[in-house]
């Protein structure tokens, strides 16, 4: 039998892959109506588990490391082995990297099973979402190995677990996402270097564990330890992993017959072709002297010169058609009303614009608050989406109404 082999039957923490695979499918389930049929947000929600099983990781690969302090048989073994301190300690480093990545494969399996049974456009986002989730559980054992090695088998695994989620929550980290809409990709480049760190730092420990016999090098591997841990701190917070994508040529536009306007999605988004379908159906319905814009843009698609950014109409990040529904009546009213003056007193365009969003929404409650606005504004919001619930012809004439006196006041 290898040695690998016999440290993984005889691994003292033989339930942590199940663990760590309960909190990834407990995580990933909890949003299970956002991810399903869109490879990016399936691999994105997945791998956002890796805030807490990191967490799980870096503890236990820091009570792992800890144990040859406090476990004479364990030490006996390393120690009077004919072979180099480091390769004896190798294969209990390997069995502890190979329990979390092995439990965070298998959630992802789960995660793929359910998307591949529409097998949308895309699946390129999901594997860099699945890699950025492998680099940074290698960070959080190379962490929590460390801080093992440096302090005692209770301090060790606490501060482990602790320094994870701080740097995850307290810092601009970029190890663990919790979206991966289609106008995103993960970096490759970045992925190498994070990898290559936590690689670096685990080879490290392997350096210490083969000098630490020796009493006068003690102080400089422990400070080499830390000097590495930081680096790989410093490096994961300050490399972005994700990027927005370059949308030239790729965006799909949805049309439909008696409507002019066509709704650009990224070919990733094709879950939401139906529904810019339904949205541009209802458009085709409302018969009440409104203008057509020519495309109305999912985010990403267009960009701002002079900031520098990517931009769009709407965003389907919440999975909510009310989204797509803002989008397009806000271009719908630009355009019907894009050689008039704008007026901050006269707040019929709001209303005109909460009405046309939750018709075009197919009606119901909105999936989110405005907060921060006039009282004049809500309450022209308020009334706006009233009347999206009124009959038919009672809509028609109040349109029809507010759109003539708006123009006749501010256009010429």
Partial sequence: MSALALHWRMRPLKWLPVLLLVVELVVLLWRADLWTGHWGET?????????YTGGLAAAAAAWTAGLRRKNSEINEQLTCSSKPAWQTELPRMAVLVLSVLGAYLAGQAVAFAVTAASWPTGI??????????????LIACAWGWALGMLLSQVWGPALAMLGWLASDLA???????IQGPARWEVVPWALALYALAACALLALC??????????????VLRACLLVGGV??????????????RDPEGKARCIGVEGVDTLVCLWPEEEKYFP?????????ADTDVGLSYAERVYSYGHLYDERNHWYYGDFDMDSGSQWEMADGVAGATLQATFADCKFSTDDLSA??????????????????YTIGGARKEVLAAINEGRATADLPEAEQSAWARSLITKYKAAHCG
Avoid: Q
Wanted: hydrophobic letters at 50%.
């Fill in 43 to 51: 691999g994105a929600n997945a791998e956002a588990s890796a805030l």
């Fill in 124 to 137: 390129a986002l999901y594997l860099g979402y699945v890699a950025l989730g492998m680099a940074a559980l």
């Fill in 171 to 177: 810092t601009d980290s970029n190890l663990v996402v």
């Fill in 206 to 219: 392997l350096w210490r564990t083969w000098f630490e016999d020796a009493p006068r090098r003690r102080l």
């Fill in 231 to 244: 680096a790989l701190s410093c490096t994961a917070t300050a490399v972005p992993a994700v990027a927005d």
């Fill in 275 to 283: 529904v810019a379908t339904e949205i541009l159906g209802r458009l």
């Fill in 350 to 367: 709001t209303r005109l614009e909460a009405w046309l969003e939750k018709r075009l929404a197919g009606g119901g409650k909105p999936p």
